[in-house]
């Protein structure tokens, strides 16, 4: 099972990237998943997961509004949208994948050890 994560970079305030998640080794298309994010010296935290059909999504509430989660299980790639950004979010962002399933409005999508799989993360860095 392999993560991959990509798109992030240096980008001002007020900016875009997108990133990307290709999942491989097993079809995902049945499992929640969720993007979380690390600033250095800080734990690692929850940033916004989505069902398995893509019809329902959970942010935290410092990203909403301005992040916006999809994926494609055809193609078994998770996306983040991330727009308005601000120096705040400067991070390294991993997409995350459980093994069981979570439901998506109680309190377990939000901690890391309901996921287990992890890619190995892209860093998002915002300029002020």
């Known amino acids: 099972v392999q993560l991959v994560e990509s798109g992030g970079g240096l980008v001002q305030a007020g900016g875009s990237l997108r990133l990307s998640c290709a999942a491989s080794?097993?079809?995902?298309?049945?499992?929640?998943m969720g993007w979380f994010r690390q600033a250095p010296g800080k734990e690692r935290e929850f940033v916004v997961g989505?069902?398995?059909?893509?019809?329902?999504?959970y942010y935290a509430d410092s990203v909403k509004g301005r992040f916006t989660i999809s994926r494609d299980n055809a193609k078994n790639t998770l996306y983040l949208q991330m727009n308005s950004l601000k120096p705040e979010d400067t991070a390294v962002y991993y997409c995350?994948?459980?093994?069981?399933?979570?439901?998506?409005?109680?309190?377990?999508?939000?901690?890391?050890?309901?996921?287990?799989?992890w890619g190995q993360g892209t860093q998002v860095t915002v300029s002020s």
């Open positions: 995350a994948v459980p093994k069981t399933p979570i439901p998506l409005d109680g309190s377990n999508l939000r901690k890391t050890s309901s996921y287990d799989y």
């Open positions: 080794g097993r079809t995902f298309s049945r499992y929640t």
């Open positions: 989505i069902s398995w059909s893509g019809g329902n999504t």
